[in-house]
Nanobody
Framework: QVQLVESGGGLVQPGGSLRLSCVVS????????LGWYRQAPGKQRELVAL???????DYAESVKGRFTISRDKAKNTVHLQMNSPKSEDTATYYC???????????WGQGTQVTVSS
């Protein structure tokens, strides 16, 4: 059974730093694309960052140079390091595992990130 469990959300000041973590249980960690999405109130869910099984990464333009996605293969965990967050980064962040076209899509329950002074 696949489960994605996020942690690390909370309140952070603009210009600070925060790290989100997602533990991926099951056998998909090494074969699925792993990513972080976010959804702010009244807005659509959007991709923030993803990492492929061969450790290629991709980022939304709005977070390039500030956020870093990484995989800890020993702990089956994917991290999102958020540096210099801005108020517009405030959202619920969701961990995602995507195995398409042959596999499935899984989501975590979400973790709230609020950037405010």
């Amino acid at each position: 059974q696949v489960q994605l469990v996020e942690s690390g959300g909370g309140l952070v000041q603009p210009g600070g730093s925060l790290r989100l973590s997602c533990v991926v249980s099951g056998s998909i960690f090494s074969t699925y694309n792993l990513g972080w999405y976010r959804q702010a109130p009244g807005k659509q869910r959007e991709l923030v960052a993803l990492v492929t099984p061969i450790d290629r990464t991709d980022y939304a333009e709005s977070v390039k140079g500030r956020f870093t996605i990484s995989r800890d293969k020993a702990k089956n965990t994917v991290h999102l390091q958020m540096n210099s967050p801005k108020s517009e980064d405030t959202a619920t962040y969701y961990c995602n595992a995507d195995g398409r076209p042959l596999g499935f899509v899984y989501w975590g329950q979400g973790t709230q990130v609020t950037v405010s002074s």
